[in-house]
């Protein structure tokens, strides 16, 4: 894509970007840094914003690094209400690394139902081994040390950093995808993550980033709220599957009716979900296969 000059005498849209240039036949786009006042306007509204309509979390009352990292693990691909609840439980029964490390891969399980996406709960759990094996027993504060871990991945890394110790540096989730496109991309389509972050390290204040995030990811949950689907606008969008009837959920549906009971026999396991027997079986193999469940003979459980 080329890089195509525009006349200084070319008015900025609302975005500040220059406008889109047809040459060649070729669409390009150069932006105009923001202006001083442009993003001191804009952090003006969101903590306006925040001030008034700022959510109130568990996780957020806390600058504890493990604490941090369950939240944040939960919070991927599930919506903060459903994690309210379920962190406090989670904490509960793993109240620290320690404990979790030393819990049972089932005694995990059972502690992560009804969030989905078990890979996580498995990902936390070897995560939490893996910190303990380090002198200290601590998370890292490396930013390539925390990517090396189980289930950490640039967002993570980089939230676990801003939360727990106010590190700056710029990142993005849903929420904070949602308000840049409203306001910096008010008629674009396939705006790139690429493009965001750039915006986002320029309005980053410099000081109390955490509150900043925080106020952020509020104000893109409000928008959301208006019904209006501002990330399809997103070049990353990728419109979710149905669930009933997903694979996924059937493979939730396994882990679950097993964390119930100390093991079933595969008849009696197909007998209760009602899935093509097929399916079943090799949903069985492939979870077995991923370390979830043990199979032994005609029984299978939930692994140690």
């Given at each position: 894509?080329?890089?195509?000059?525009?006349?200084?005498?070319?008015?900025?849209?609302?975005?500040?970007?220059?406008?889109?240039?047809?040459?060649?036949?070729?669409?390009?786009?150069?932006?105009?840094?923001?202006?001083?006042?442009?993003?001191?306007?804009?952090?003006?509204?969101?903590?306006?914003?925040?001030?008034?309509?700022?959510?109130?979390?568990?996780?957020?009352?806390?600058?504890?690094?493990?604490?941090?990292?369950?939240?944040?693990?939960?919070?991927?691909?599930?919506?903060?209400?459903?994690?309210?609840?379920?962190?406090?439980?989670?904490?509960?029964?793993?109240?620290?690394?320690?404990?979790?490390?030393?819990?049972?891969?089932?005694?995990?399980?059972?502690?992560?139902?009804?969030?989905?996406?078990?890979?996580?709960?498995?990902?936390?759990?070897?995560?939490?081994?893996?910190?303990?094996?380090?002198?200290?027993?601590?998370?890292?504060?490396?930013?390539?040390?925390?990517?090396a871990?189980?289930?950490?991945?640039?967002?993570?890394?980089?939230?676990?950093?801003c939360?727990?110790w106010?590190?700056?540096?710029?990142?993005?989730?849903?929420?904070?995808?949602?308000?840049?496109?409203?306001?910096?991309?008010?008629?674009?389509?396939?705006?790139a993550?690429?493009?965001?972050?750039?915006?986002?390290?320029?309005?980053?204040?410099?000081?109390?980033?955490?509150?900043?995030?925080?106020?952020?990811?509020?104000?893109?949950?409000?928008?959301?709220?208006?019904?209006?689907?501002?990330?399809?606008?997103?070049?990353?969008?990728?419109?979710?599957?149905?669930?009933?009837g997903?694979?996924?959920?059937?493979?939730?549906?396994?882990?679950?009716?097993?964390?119930?009971?100390?093991?079933?026999?595969?008849?009696?396991?197909?007998?209760?979900?009602?899935?093509?027997?097929?399916?079943?079986?090799?949903?069985?193999?492939?979870?077995?296969?991923?370390?979830?469940?043990?199979?032994?003979g005609?029984?299978?459980?939930?692994?140690?």
């Amino acid at each position: 894509m080329l890089l195509c000059e525009v006349p200084r005498s070319t008015p900025l849209c609302s975005a500040e970007f220059l406008c889109l240039v047809e040459r060649s036949g070729a669409s390009c786009y150069k932006r105009a840094m923001l202006s001083k006042l442009r993003i001191k306007q804009f952090q003006k509204k969101i903590l306006a914003h925040f001030r008034d309509q700022g959510r109130e979390f568990p996780w957020r009352t806390t600058r504890d690094p493990y604490r941090i990292l369950v939240s944040e693990v939960m919070l991927q691909q599930t919506q903060t209400e459903r994690v309210r609840s379920k962190y406090i439980e989670f904490l509960d029964c793993f109240p620290s690394f320690t404990a979790l490390a030393q819990a049972s891969r089932a005694d995990v399980l059972k502690a992560w139902q009804g969030l989905g996406y078990n890979r996580r709960a498995l990902a936390l759990h070897a995560c939490a081994k893996e910190v303990l094996s380090r002198p200290g027993g601590t998370l890292p504060r490396d930013r390539d040390a925390l990517l090396a871990l189980p289930g950490i991945g640039p967002y993570t890394a980089s939230a676990v950093a801003c939360f727990s110790w106010s590190e700056r540096s710029a990142f993005i989730e849903t929420n904070i995808r949602t308000v840049f496109i409203h306001e910096f991309f008010p008629k674009r389509r396939k705006v790139a993550d690429s493009e965001i972050l750039e915006l986002i390290a320029e309005t980053l204040p410099r000081r109390d980033v955490r509150s900043w995030y925080y106020a952020l990811m509020d104000y893109g949950a409000w928008l959301k709220r208006s019904g209006r689907k501002f990330n399809s606008r997103s070049a990353h969008y990728v419109k979710q599957s149905a669930f009933e009837g997903s694979h996924r959920q059937l493979r939730g549906r396994i882990l679950r009716e097993l964390t119930r009971t100390s093991g079933l026999t595969i008849h009696a396991l197909h007998k209760v979900i009602a899935r093509p027997k097929a399916e079943v079986l090799s949903t069985i193999d492939a979870l077995v296969a991923e370390g979830f469940l043990v199979r032994e003979g005609l029984r299978v459980r939930l692994g140690d």
